[in-house]
C-alpha cells in the first residue's frame, strides 16, 4: 500500500511513539514478514485475512492494530481474539500485554474453558478492554449475558485453521451475530483453504489477503 511507505522498520508505520519505545525495549528491531505485509493493511481498517508459518510473529500483527485502535478511557471490551485453546489463549494474552506494558492500564481477559467460571465472572464485572478466549467458553458468557460484545471494533480469528478443525464454526458464528456489523476482522491462519476462504468470505468486508510462503 502506498500510504505507509514500508521499509520493514516499525517506524515507518503511524504508530504511537510509547508503541515503538517498547518494541524497541522488546528487541524488536524490524517487522517480520507477515507484520511488514499486514500491519499497514490493519492498521488502514481493512479486513485482513494472513497466512504465515507458526512461529512467524502474527500475534505481534493483529496485537499492534488492534492497541492502535484502542481508547483506554473507554472501559469496554473494544477487541476480541478467539484462539482455539486454552494455551495459545494464555500465550496470546501474553503477547498483548507485553506490546501493551507502555501503556497506562490496558486490561486483558482471558475467558477459557476448562478454567473455573468464578473468578471469570468476577473478572468481567470488573469490566476489560481485550477478551482473549476459546469459541465454547466465549459463547457460554454471551448465552449467560456476562459479556457484551455491543463495542466491539476488532474481532480476530487466531488460528482459524485449527478452530475450524476443532468444531468450532457454529460457536464462531454465533460469536459474530453478537457483534457489531462495523467491526474490523482480522483472521490469521498457519494455512489456508477453500474452507477458511468460504467462511472468511461471509465475516469479512472486502478482505486483503496477505500470504508469506517460504521460499525453499
Ligand atoms: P505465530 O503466531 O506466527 O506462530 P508468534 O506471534 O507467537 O508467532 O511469534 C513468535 C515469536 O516471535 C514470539 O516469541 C514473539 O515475541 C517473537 N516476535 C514477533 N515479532 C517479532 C519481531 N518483529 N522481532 C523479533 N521477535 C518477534
Ligand atoms: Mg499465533
Not at 477487541?79 to 492500564?105: H, K, M, S, W
Amino acid at each position: 500500500m502506498s500510504e505507509f511507505p514500508n521499509d520493514g522498520a516499525f517506524a515507518s508505520l503511524p504508530l504511537t511513539p510509547e508503541l515503538l519505545a517498547n518494541l524497541d525495549s522488546l528487541g524488536y528491531r524490524a517487522m517480520t514478514p507477515v507484520q511488514a505485509r499486514s500491519l499497514p493493511l490493519i492498521l488502514a481498517g481493512r479486513d485482513v485475512i494472513a497466512q504465515a508459518k507458526t512461529g512467524s510473529g502474527k500475534t505481534a500483527a493483529f496485537g499492534l492494530g488492534l492497541l492502535s485502535r484502542l481508547v483506554v478511557t473507554h472501559f469496554r471490551v473494544q477487541t476480541l481474539v478467539l484462539c482455539p485453546t486454552r494455551e495459545l489463549a494464555d500465550q496470546v494474552a501474553g503477547e498483548i500485554r507485553r506490546l501493551a506494558r507502555t501503556l497506562a492500564n490496558v486490561k486483558v481477559l482471558t475467558l477459557c474453558g476448562g478454567a473455573p467460571l468464578g473468578p471469570q465472572l468476577a473478572s468481567l464485572a470488573h469490566g476489560a478492554h481485550i477478551v482473549v478466549g476459546t469459541p465454547g467458553r466465549v459463547e457460554e458468557h454471551l448465552r449467560k449475558g456476562t459479556l457484551d460484545l455491543s463495542s466491539l471494533e476488532t474481532l480476530v480469528l487466531d488460528e482459524a485453521d485449527r478452530m475450524l478443525g476443532m468444531g468450532f464454526q457454529a460457536a464462531m458464528e454465533a460469536i459474530v451475530a453478537e457483534t457489531p456489523v462495523d467491526r474490523q476482522t482480522l483472521l490469521f491462519s498457519a494455512t489456508f483453504s477453500d474452507e477458511i476462504r468460504r467462511i472468511a468470505g461471509g465475516l469479512m468486508r472486502d478482505p486483503a489477503e496477505v500470504a508469506v510462503v517460504e521460499a525453499h
